[in-house]
Antibody
Framework: EVQLVESGGGFVPPGGSLRLSCVASGFAFRTYTMNWVRQAPGKGLECLSYIDTSGAKFYTDSVRGRFTVSRDNAKNSLYLQMNSLRDEDTAVYYC?????????WGQGTQVIVSS | DVVMTQSPLSLPVTLGQPASISCRSSQGLVYRDGNTYLNWFQQRPGQPPRRLIYTVSNRESGVPDRFSGSGSGTDFTLKISRVEAEDVGVYYCVQGTHWPWTFGQGTRVEIK
């Protein structure tokens, strides 16, 4: 089955860190650009970062310098290291496939930043 | 950043009637490869987004043909020819041409 499964979310205090993971199955992971998108409670969608097949990384201004995207093609896995977390980072975090096409999404993992 | 503006933000529709959602971008969305990366998504409560339409007018496999996309330049439209109960949810346009890729605010479709 073609799918993406995120994990690693949870509760974290402001200033803390979390590492999210996304495991891909059913397709040739290494041939796809992969993204991280988040959705704050009751809000819309924000694309945070992507990593292309060469390993080039791109970030939106709201997370640049705090979040780091990476991938391990041998493990069919995408990661998001999140540091210096803020209240406004509270959201469901999704991984999605194929850059600006967003053709496949995981179910998401919840991150709650709160003291 | 490219701003994507959807209207209306709320759309009450009678079952069996048509519905139309507009999406306007602050810049043109033609990429250097000639494609226009404007997609439409449906999000049902508690679910991740599901892609309905890609590159303006191409329907995703398995999406009912009552959904259609059109447009060019900076103006795009998603149409539902006859709304069914399962179409309730929030609809988003997103541009995948200019980084950072940006979403519209979302249009909530509900049944009257």
């Amino acid at each position: 089955e073609v799918q993406l499964v995120e994990s690693g979310g949870g509760f974290v205090p402001p200033g803390g860190s979390l590492r999210l993971s996304c495991v891909a199955s059913g397709f040739a992971f290494r041939t796809y650009t992969m993204n991280w998108v988040r959705q704050a409670p009751g809000k819309g969608l924000e694309c945070l970062s992507y990593i292309d097949t060469s390993g080039a990384k791109f970030y939106t201004d709201s997370v640049r310098g705090r979040f780091t995207v990476s991938r391990d093609n041998a493990k069919n896995s995408l990661y998001l290291q999140m540091n210096s977390l803020r209240d406004e980072d509270t959201a469901v975090y999704y991984c999605s496939r194929d850059g600006g096409a967003f053709d496949l999404w995981g179910q998401g993992t919840q991150v709650i930043v709160s003291s | 950043d490219v701003v994507m503006t959807q209207s209306p933000l709320s759309l009450p529709v009678t079952l069996g009637q048509p519905a139309s959602i507009s999406c306007r971008s602050s810049q043109g969305l033609v990429y250097r490869d000639g494609n226009t990366y404007l997609n439409w998504f449906q999000q049902r409560p508690g679910q991740p987004p599901r892609r309905l339409i890609y590159t303006v007018s191409n329907r995703e496999s398995g999406v009912p043909d009552r959904f259609s996309g059109s447009g060019s330049g900076t103006d795009f439209t998603l149409k539902i020819s006859r709304v069914e109960a399962e179409d309730v949810g929030v609809y988003y346009c997103v541009q995948g041409t200019h980084w950072p890729w940006t979403f519209g605010q979302g249009t909530r479709v509900e049944i009257k």
